[in-house]
């Protein structure tokens, strides 16, 4: 029993605790506080950097909550920033709720409220533009909170964190919010060298235990054989590296359903059974499921069945990853045509009424376009899908019902687990791999840990629930593995951009900005990893060496005459390449021109042969008209179909309602058309030559080049030619890897630097920078305007300023030419325009391209990735919108979702604000700027819940 001194020196010490402006905070609170939130807590309150690594829903953002209450007590500001507007937008109204809206400010570059309040919630990059502008908003800025701290390893936007921590005045606390990293110690030992004492707290306790299940049929079942949540399991692994833990034997009996499992251990059965009576009774929510003694049935279980399990069991709210967009609204349909009801009538009529109020600013004429109602219809039902093709008052109306608990299922793709506060009792994975953009890929054990993090609601429920639908060929180890691995590695993607470059040497100089930049995280885990790729080095230099013996000719050089048989193959496929890209793009352009009647030739494929056009191709990137073939079958034409170009060869008339129903019909079209082909065949045109022939000849000659120094080479006459060069091609493979590797040394050892070094030659190029008489580097006054204006293409759009190439347009066309500038479709198209929205927008679009063709040749030439070209598909939708056109209209004929529209005219927005910024002396083109964004910002772009 401990002595009456320590009682009282105990009590003392709690007495002096809750004297301390931590004391207070959790005074304001009506739970405790874990363990982790105590240790970053009272870290900030020393004074410390923190940061803090743990699970989703563990309530990382308490530390940051408690941040902001110390800097007003401290008469400070504070601001608070998350990487995406939509928890920007749920941070401000919860801090709204503590602190009312006077005290709290919102900014997130197309929004603003309350700017100079004390507490501020912003966008990542809004302080980052902050700091380079020396806003005064930064006066007095005591803390700064940066949630969801590992977006610095996303690729397109990851650099802003790193430019935030290592520009941020070192006054100023920050405190660093993280999901859980395996590398937490490296990343804070780099916290630690740039912001000064960083205190690291890591915790791997999630506050509600989450169990793993496969569902098979309609029935779940535990993914390990005993009653062990992940964090058992991960604790396990961290003990014995060698330990796997037992998955259960009914799944591994079901693995690929082909009888290919391992013979069943009769012991582990049991085990299994015994487990599965006992879970009817160990969870509170009601969870019941059957026991192994009852036979599998492997099937899949359809969307409407998945929900009815889940619900019979009482595992709802869930949400279930679809990693497709499509994928997710046809699970609300075909919920809806499977008559599933979520919600009772007294829930359905609230969420109507929401709903109504919620979108009464949207235009009526909208709706229909929007899929208003069929996604109305799925609300009420308690069924949502959630995913960036959805209008944004749309998702932010979807999250408010979720977390009001009147939805009961979202579909989601992974977008949703990127930070939004939607946590869920139970998270259902369709499938184990997604399409990266390029190809289907599985999920890495980081995106398994950050989706099933939404399992399990703090407060409300006890456990959480991760399920992953059952199909043939499912590989339960692989969902183990998942599973277990708890955390990953943050690795940074950090490179200086023409913007940070520009600011940094207008702010520091050349010689201090290079030292700036090679403090940064990227650096600083570059300059660990070279020792082992010198390794590597070495032994491949030693293999090349015995390679290269293994090729002597004695008629000659043979690794020259190697490189010119390479460089031949390479000029080949180049040519046939450029071929390719040449005969689709004049095919696609061909196909535009075709009209009802004309009589073509296929060259292949399986509508081979003559046909007739019915109907004109759609615009847009896959015309295909309908067609006739001269055997009568109504087809679709394709490009895929053609050989370059096709003109008509002859023409009939086509009846304006002819529909081609009955055979009869089609029998009737088909003799018309067999009869002109007899009557009237003209002799194919020839189209004209286009800059891609020219490219083709030219690439041609190349190729007739290579092929006649090669045989003119000593080399190419050897009798053991072929056998030199088996060994020629395993030298060159092993050569461009181990220049692959010695690349990375170079890119490593001081890549940052030297990359800023390059940009600051081609802005050389471009008179933006020039020396001294020292030799030092400045920003001329041309140079200035790039520090105003950020974005993927901010030197074209510098240039493009200075060549004025907006002068005189109207505010409509204003905003199309710009759209150019922000604008990146999903897939790699080849064509242009083929008609402009007005004949002024012409000249501004070449203007352009010419100026990104320069740039693109100036950045190949100083070796710095290549600007992505202006992207004219969003030129027409929004020059429609900006003058004035319904929704439907503006995107009609294009392959845009309403929240895809939304989202690439408000950056249109936001691109043309920069502009109307940096055009202060300008009054024309800012006041052009200005009419171009109110022409914009109308309608479903304005309407914000």
């Known amino acids: 029993m401990s002595s009456l001194a320590d009682n009282f020196f105990a009590a003392k010490e709690r007495a002096k605790k809750q004297k301390t402006v931590f004391g207070s905070f959790q005074n304001t609170l009506d739970f405790p506080l874990d363990d982790f939130q105590v240790r970053a807590c009272e870290s900030v309150e020393s004074g410390r950097a923190v940061l803090v690594a743990a699970p989703t829903g563990a309530g990382k953002t308490i530390v940051g909550e408690f941040a902001i209450y110390l800097a007003l007590s401290q008469g400070k500001k504070a601001f608070y920033t998350t ?46 533009n902050m700091i380079y502008a020396e806003s005064s908003t930064l006066v007095n800025l005591g803390y700064v909170v940066m949630d969801e701290v590992h977006y610095l390893a996303d690729r397109a936007r990851g650099a802003v964190w790193e430019e935030i921590i290592i520009h941020l005045p070192e006054h100023i606390s920050l405190i660093s919010l993280s999901a859980t990293i395996s590398n937490a110690e490296e990343f804070g030992a780099w916290l630690d060298t740039v912001r000064g004492t960083t205190d690291i707290i890591v915790s791997e306790h999630r506050p509600v235990p989450l169990w793993q299940h496969v569902m098979v049929g309609n029935r779940l079942v535990d993914l390990f054989l005993d009653d062990t949540t992940v964090e058992e399991t991960a604790e396990l692994l961290d003990k014995n590296k060698d330990e796997v833990p037992d998955v259960n034997p009914e799944l591994l009996r079901l693995r690929g359903y082909r009888g290919r499992g391992p013979r069943q251990n009769a012991e582990k059965f049991s085990r299994a059974a015994h487990r599965n009576s006992r879970s009817r009774n160990r969870h509170s ?103 960036a093709g959805l209008l944004p008052v749309f998702k932010e109306i979807v999250e408010a019902l979720f977390a009001e608990g009147l939805i009961k299922v979202v579909f989601a793709t992974e977008t949703l687990a990127l930070g939004i506060n939607m946590p869920a009792r139970s998270v259902v994975l369709e499938k184990l791999t997604k399409f990266n953009g390029e190809t289907h890929v599985d999920i890495t054990p980081g995106e398994y840990t950050q989706l099933t993090g939404r399992a399990g609601r ?32 943050l690795n940074s993607s950090f490179r200086p951009t023409y913007n940070m470059s520009a600011n940094l040497l207008a702010q520091f100089g050349e010689g201090p900005a290079q030292k700036i930049l090679e403090s940064s995280f990227a650096q600083f885990q570059a300059d660990k990893s070279v020792v082992g790729i010198a390794q590597r080095v070495r032994k491949n230099e030693r293999a090349l060496e015995g390679y290269e013996k293994s090729m002597h000719c004695h008629l000659g050089d043979f690794k020259e005459y190697a490189q010119l048989r390479k460089q031949l193959n390479e000029a080949e496929k180049k040519s046939e390449k450029g071929r390719k890209r040449l005969e689709h793009s004049q095919a696609m352009a061909s196909i535009h021109d075709l009209l009802p009647g004309d009589v073509i030739e296929i060259p292949r494929g399986r509508n081979r042969g003559f046909a007739v056009i019915l109907t004109r191709a759609e615009a847009g990137h896959d015309p295909r008209p309908a067609i006739l073939t001269d055997d009568a079958h109504l087809r679709r034409l394709s490009a895929d179909d053609l050989e370059g170009p096709i003109v008509p060869v002859s023409k009939i008339k086509v009846p304006k309602k002819f529909q081609g129903k009955t055979p009869k019909e089609r029998r009737d079209m088909a003799s018309r058309l067999r009869e002109a082909l007899y009557e009237n065949r003209p002799p ?25 120094q090669l045989k003119a080479h000593p080399c190419h006459g050897c009798s053991d030619r072929e056998n030199h060069a088996r060994w020629a091609e395993r030298w060159w493979k092993l050569e461009r890897d181990t220049h692959g590797l010695r690349l990375q040394i170079s890119r490593r050892t001081n890549t940052i630097s030297q990359i800023f070094k390059r940009i600051i030659r081609l802005l050389e190029s471009f008179n933006y920078v020039e020396r001294d008489s020292g030799g030092e580097a400045h920003l001329t006054q041309r140079g200035q305007s790039l520090r105003r204006v950020y974005g993927e293409k901010d030197l074209l759009l510098s240039l493009a300023l200075e060549e004025k190439f907006l002068k005189n347009l109207d505010p409509d066309a204003t905003a199309a030419v710009v759209s150019a500038l922000v604008f990146e479709a999903k897939r790699e198209e080849m064509g242009m325009l083929r008609k402009y929205p007005h004949s002024s927008i012409e000249q501004p679009i070449v203007t352009l391209v010419t100026l990104w063709s320069k740039l693109t040749e100036r950045e190949e030439r100083f070796n710095l990735p290549e600007t992505s070209a202006p992207d004219l598909g969003m030129v027409w939708p929004t020059y429609k919108w900006a003058r004035g056109d319904s929704l439907a209209q503006a995107i009609q004929n294009t392959d845009l979702a309403a929240g895809d529209f939304v989202r690439w005219i408000k950056q249109v927005i936001d691109v043309l604000d920069q502009i109307s910024h940096v055009a202060q ?25």
């Open 83 to 128: 990487p995406i507007k939509a928890l920007s937008n749920q941070k401000y109204h919860d801090l709204v709720q503590i602190y009312g809206e006077e005290a709290v400010g919102l900014l997130t570059g197309d929004t603003s409220i309350n700017s100079e309040a004390d507490v501020v919630v912003m966008t990542t990059e809004v302080l980052r």
């Open 285 to 387: 929510s009601g969870f019941n499921r059957s026991g192994s003694e009852q036979h599998l049935r492997p099937f899949r279980a359809s969307r409407p069945d998945m929900i009815e399990a889940l619900d019979q069991d009482a595992l709802l709210p869930a949400i279930c990853f679809i990693f497709s967009r499509a994928g997710c609204d046809a699970a609300v349909s075909q919920c809806i045509d499977a008559d599933v009801r979520l919600t009772t009538d007294q829930e359905a009529a609230l969420i109507r009424a929401y709903v109504a109020e919620a979108t009464a600013a949207l235009d009526i004429k909208d709706l229909n376009v929007l899929g208003f109602y069929e996604w109305r219809e799925g609300l009420t039902r308690g069924i949502a899908a959630h995913h």
């Open 921 to 945: 002396n300008d009054i024309e083109l800012k006041a052009q700027c200005e009419r171009a964004i109110m022409l914009l910002r109308r309608g479903v772009v304005a309407t914000q819940i």
């Open 684 to 708: 194919r045109k020839v189209s004209e030559r286009s800059w891609f022939d020219r490219k083709d000849s030219h690439q041609e000659q190349e190729v007739t080049k290579l092929r006649k």
């Open 458 to 489: 703090r407060g409300i429920d006890v456990e959480g629930h991760a399920v992953v639908l059952w199909k043939p060929g499912l590989e339960p180890q692989q969902v183990a593995g998942l599973a277990s691995k708890r955390t990953y590695p």
